[in-house]
């Protein structure tokens, strides 16, 4: 019997991508106290997909950056999915004035990666529920599955829904860096043992 669209790996994770989106824009603070408005990209699967090198560009680096990582991949299948996003800034000199020496952009854009998932949307409804699309017969534009298809976001380890599962930061090759590791669970994996011909 054929997988349900909402237990599919593509949906999955492309769901969850979309809810990521490809680039943030968030506002912080430069080292000479002037407000600042970033746009970071995003990087899905890194470092496999980093055809532009973010990390070492060859052109004008970004000022700030997230990379995604699919550590496991158990969602859909009765289990947990974990997905690690990193937030980057680049340290830069003293007097570079796109440096980030003191790591507060790197702190402002993982907690724009925060919010993305916690706490509620306008219409009341949980931002750590994540609704899954079909991608399957047209990938440039997918299909809402409906009520009841949705990943959950952090629900599964005692922490708070949308909340990350760890935030661990260091230094590295001229970066700061923090990484946000998620949990992510199909709804029905998450209330129910499923057998998929019921589904």
């Given at each position: 019997?054929?997988?349900?669209?909402?237990?599919?790996?593509?949906?999955?994770?492309?769901?969850?991508?979309?809810?990521?989106?490809?680039?943030?824009?968030?506002?912080?603070?430069?080292?000479?106290?002037a407000?600042?408005?970033?746009?970071?990209?995003?990087?899905?699967?890194?470092?496999?997909?980093?055809?532009?090198?973010?990390?070492?560009?060859?052109?004008?680096?970004?000022?700030?950056?997230?990379?995604?990582?699919?550590?496991?991949?158990?969602?859909?299948?009765?289990g947990?999915?974990?997905?690690?996003?990193?937030?980057?800034?680049?340290?830069?000199?003293?007097?570079?004035?796109?440096?980030?020496?003191?790591?507060?952009?790197?702190?402002?854009?993982?907690d724009?990666?925060?919010?993305?998932?916690?706490?509620?949307?306008?219409?009341?409804?949980?931002?750590?529920?994540?609704?899954?699309?079909?991608?399957?017969?047209?990938?440039?534009?997918?299909?809402?599955?409906?009520?009841?298809?949705?990943?959950?976001?952090?629900?599964?380890?005692?922490?708070?829904?949308?909340?990350p599962?760890?935030?661990?930061?260091?230094?590295?090759?001229?970066?700061?860096?923090?990484?946000?590791?998620?949990?992510?669970?199909?709804?029905?994996d998450?209330?129910?043992?499923?057998?998929?011909?019921?589904?």
């Open positions: 019997m054929a997988r349900p669209a909402h237990y599919r790996s593509a949906n999955i994770r492309l769901s969850f991508h979309r809810a990521l989106g490809s680039t943030l824009s968030f506002s912080s603070v430069g080292q000479d106290g407000a600042v408005a970033i746009e970071a990209p995003v990087s899905f699967d890194s470092p496999w997909d980093e055809e532009d090198g973010i990390r070492a560009p060859e052109g004008t680096p970004d000022r700030a950056f997230a990379t995604l990582t699919w550590v496991d991949e158990l969602a859909g299948r009765g947990t999915s974990i997905v690690q996003i990193d937030a980057w800034t680049r340290i830069g000199a003293p007097t570079d004035a796109e440096a980030d020496p003191y790591g507060i952009i790197c702190d402002d854009l993982a724009e990666i925060e919010d993305l998932f916690a706490g509620r949307r306008a219409d009341g409804t949980m931002k750590s529920w994540v609704p899954i699309y079909d991608y399957s017969s047209n990938p440039a534009d997918p299909t809402l599955l409906g009520e009841g298809k949705c990943l959950l976001i952090g629900h599964d380890l005692g922490n708070a829904p949308g909340q599962q760890s935030r661990r930061r260091w230094k590295a090759a001229g970066l700061h860096r923090i990484a946000l590791v998620y949990t992510v669970q199909v709804i029905t998450a209330v129910r043992l499923h057998d998929y011909a019921d589904s």
